[in-house]
């Protein structure tokens, strides 16, 4: 055979992804990445005695021992009532009072860590979460962060907390000292930040800031049961943890809430493609096939994580 064994096909992966089974597709991927590696292995051989990877076999490697990790859910659970918002000097409409006696309110936030080792690239990072994954218990999401609009905060580099506001929805609190700043971001943060002095809104996030670096953001789930979020960002191969937070509601006098976490991981298919090219040509016509497809066969070498708890709801605030 002659000429480059792999095509210029760029094109992403199909519309669907965020309905699937990623626990099957999971496992899919870890079983190509596990025939991949045994592959790149044998046809680049091993360098001087006989014991380090080459870097073909290598940078398959750090893409199938790269991690994705979750904190814990249960540790800023937080009931919202009239009561813990009153004494926050939150004042609710009649409308958003009529709501939290239908429903009773919590906020949930949960860190989510993406660990690439140091040779591996991504091209983004998607998680869902789902209430009540298996039955029909009623918990929607009343509000998500972050969303598009909070970008401009998210890239500014600085600490802010969030709270939940008078609308029954996040609002950013940052120092008195940032207030201008942040406000001179763009259109999109105006009504969303107040200054900490000034702040009416209970405390579900104490100040924190973003580490991800430079990434875009798409999120639904918004009255849903299921809360979704691509990140893409060229600085996916450091470090990336994420704080996701929800306010949900959930038919009145629930004690439990079953809660499930997944995230996944697409790795950059021209690096990966470029770190196999010297020997594509003696891997198995499935694998070639594969990598030929370059970015739409990222779902194929992704990397999955998922884990699930059952909720106690609890009663009071906290505070």
């Known amino acids: 055979m002659s000429g480059d064994m792999l095509s210029d096909d760029m094109s992403g992966n199909g519309a669907g992804f965020e309905e699937m089974d990623w626990t099957e597709a999971g496992a899919e991927a870890d079983e190509n990445l596990a025939?991949?590696?045994e592959e790149v292995k044998t046809?680049?051989?091993?360098?001087a005695g006989g014991e380090k990877l080459s870097a073909e076999a290598s940078a398959v490697d750090d893409l199938w021992k790269s991690e994705i990790s979750f904190g814990d859910p249960r540790s800023r659970l937080q009931a919202v009532t009239k009561g813990s918002l009153a004494a926050?000097?939150?004042?609710?409409?009649?409308?958003?009072?009529?709501?939290?006696?239908?429903?009773?309110?919590?906020?949930?936030?949960?860190?989510?860590?993406?660990?690439?080792?140091?040779?591996?690239?991504?091209?983004?990072?998607?998680?869902?979460?789902?209430?009540?994954?298996?039955?029909?218990?009623?918990?929607?999401?009343q509000a998500m962060f972050p969303e598009e609009a909070w970008m401009?905060?998210?890239?500014w580099g600085g600490q802010f907390g969030l709270g939940i506001g008078a609308g029954l929805g996040w609002q950013g609190i940052v120092e008195p000292v940032d207030l201008a700043v942040v406000e001179g971001l763009g259109a999109s943060v105006a009504g969303r930040i107040v200054n900490r002095e000034e702040a009416k809104a209970q405390i579900a996030l104490a100040p924190f800031e973003y580490t991800g670096g430079r990434f875009t953001i798409v999120a639904n789930g918004?009255?849903?049961?299921?809360?979704?979020?691509?990140?893409?960002?060229?600085?996916?191969?450091?470090?990336?943890?994420?704080?996701?937070?929800?306010?949900?509601?959930?038919?009145?006098?629930?004690e439990t809430l079953a809660f499930k976490a997944e995230a996944w991981a697409e790795p950059d298919m021209t690096w990966l493609v470029n770190s196999v090219r010297n020997v594509a040509r003696d891997l198995t016509d499935r694998l070639l096939g594969l990598l030929k497809l370059k970015q739409k066969a990222a779902l194929k070498f992704g990397l999955y994580a998922g884990e699930k708890w059952v909720l106690t709801l609890p009663r009071e605030s906290g505070e």
């Open 35 to 37: 025939e991949l590696f």
């Open 222 to 254: 918004v009255d849903n049961e299921r809360a979704y979020w691509r990140i893409e960002g060229e600085e996916l191969t450091q470090t990336t943890s994420m704080l996701f937070a929800l306010l949900l509601k959930v038919p009145k006098g629930q």
């Open 152 to 155: 401009p905060v998210l890239s």
């Open 88 to 141: 926050k000097g939150v004042e609710l409409s009649a409308e958003m009072q009529a709501q939290m006696d239908l429903w009773d309110f919590y906020t949930l936030t949960l860190r989510v860590d993406m660990k690439p080792k140091p040779g591996a690239h991504f091209r983004q990072l998607l998680c869902r979460f789902h209430l009540n994954p298996d039955d029909d218990q009623g918990a929607v999401v």
């Open 43 to 47: 046809w680049s051989g091993v360098l």
